[in-house]
C-alpha cells in the first residue's frame, strides 16, 4: 500500500515537469520557419476568400454587420446608471484600499494570475475559427507560465519564447462567421455588451473546468468570488479611467457605447486579416 501511494506521488510530481516540456516543445514548433511559413499559407487561405470577394477600398463586412441603434436604451442607461452608483459606492472605494495595501508590481502579477487560470476560452475560441497556431501558442503559453511563470504570476512565454497571448472569445468567434451582433446591451455588472457577445460570454464562462470537477454550487461561488477578485484588481490598476472619460465625453453613455462597439469591430477585423 506505502509502495502505491509513493508511485502515484512520483507520478503527481512529473506532471509539471511534463507539462513544461510539452509548452516549450509546442512554443519551438510555432518559433519554426517552416511551421510559420505552412500556418501563414493555411491563414492566408482561411481568410482570402473575403478579401478578395471585394474591392480594397470597400467597407470591412465584420464592421459593416454592428447594429449601430440603440433599441434597448431605456434598459440600458438604468444597467449604466447601475453600474455607474456600483463603482462609487463598491468597486472603486474596495480597489483604492487595496491599491494603497498592495503594490502595482504584486497587483500586475494578480493580473496575469488570473489571465493564465482563463487560458482555456482563447485556445477553444482560436480553434474554433481554425487559427491553429494561436490555439497552439495559448496552450504553450499555458504550460510555460504555469510552471516556469509560477502559477501564471509571471509570463516567461512572452519574455523568454516570445510566445504573445491571442485574447479570443465565442461572441468574437461568432461575428468571425458573420453571426449579426444585435443590439447594443449594458450588463449589470459586467459592462457593456452586445446580444452576441452576452451569448457568447455564457457559453466562454461553461469552458471554465471547475464546473465540471465540482458541485455546482460550489462552482459558482468560487467562479463568482473569483470574478469579483479580477475586478477589483483590475479596477486597482485603472483607478481614473471613469474620470478620464467623464471629464473629455459629453456623453458618458454614449462615448463607453462607442468606445465598446468600435474595439470590437477592430477586433473582428484583426481575426479576419489573421493578425
Given amino acids: 500500500m506505502e509502495r502505491t501511494s509513493d508511485t502515484r506521488r512520483d507520478g503527481a510530481a512529473l506532471v509539471p515537469i511534463f507539462l513544461l516540456a510539452l509548452s516549450i516543445l509546442v512554443g519551438w514548433l510555432l518559433a519554426s520557419p517552416s511551421f510559420a511559413a505552412e500556418a501563414g499559407s493555411a491563414a492566408a487561405n482561411n481568410g482570402g476568400s473575403s478579401a478578395e470577394a471585394q474591392p480594397s477600398g470597400a467597407p470591412d463586412q465584420a464592421i459593416e454587420q454592428g447594429v449601430e441603434t440603440d433599441p434597448l436604451e431605456p434598459f ?3 444597467m449604466f446608471t447601475f453600474n455607474l452608483k456600483l463603482d462609487d459606492w463598491v468597486l472603486h472605494p474596495v480597489a483604492s484600499r487595496y491599491a494603497d ?9 494578480v493580473g496575469r494570475f488570473f489571465d493564465n487560470v482563463e487560458f482555456v476560452p ?3 475560441n482560436n480553434l474554433f475559427q481554425l487559427r491553429l497556431p494561436q490555439a497552439g501558442g495559448e496552450v504553450a503559453r499555458f504550460g510555460i507560465n504555469t510552471t516556469l ?8 512565454a512572452d519574455k523568454w519564447f516570445g510566445l504573445k497571448e491571442h485574447p479570443d472569445d465565442f461572441g468574437l468567434t461568432l461575428r468571425y ?20 457577445d452576452a451569448v457568447g460570454r455564457g457559453v466562454d464562462s461553461f469552458m471554465d473546468p471547475q464546473y465540471y470537477f465540482m458541485p455546482l454550487w460550489m462552482s459558482f461561488a468560487v467562479g463568482g468570488g473569483e470574478t469579483v477578485a479580477e475586478a477589483v484588481n483590475y479596477r486597482s490598476l485603472h483607478l481614473n479611467q471613469f474620470e478620464e472619460a467623464d471629464r473629455y465625453a459629453i456623453d458618458l453613455y454614449g462615448a463607453v457605447q462607442d468606445a465598446y462597439l468600435q474595439t470590437r469591430r477592430v477586433e473582428v477585423r484583426d481575426l479576419k486579416e489573421g493578425k
Fill in 76 to 78: 440600458n442607461s438604468a
Fill in 101 to 109: 495595501i498592495a503594490p502595482e508590481a504584486f497587483r500586475e502579477a
Fill in 122 to 124: 482563447r485556445f477553444a
Fill in 149 to 156: 511563470g509560477v502559477a501564471g504570476f509571471f509570463d516567461p
Fill in 177 to 196: 462567421y458573420d453571426v449579426p451582433t444585435g443590439p447594443y446591451l449594458m450588463l449589470p455588472f459586467m459592462g457593456p455588451s452586445t446580444i452576441t
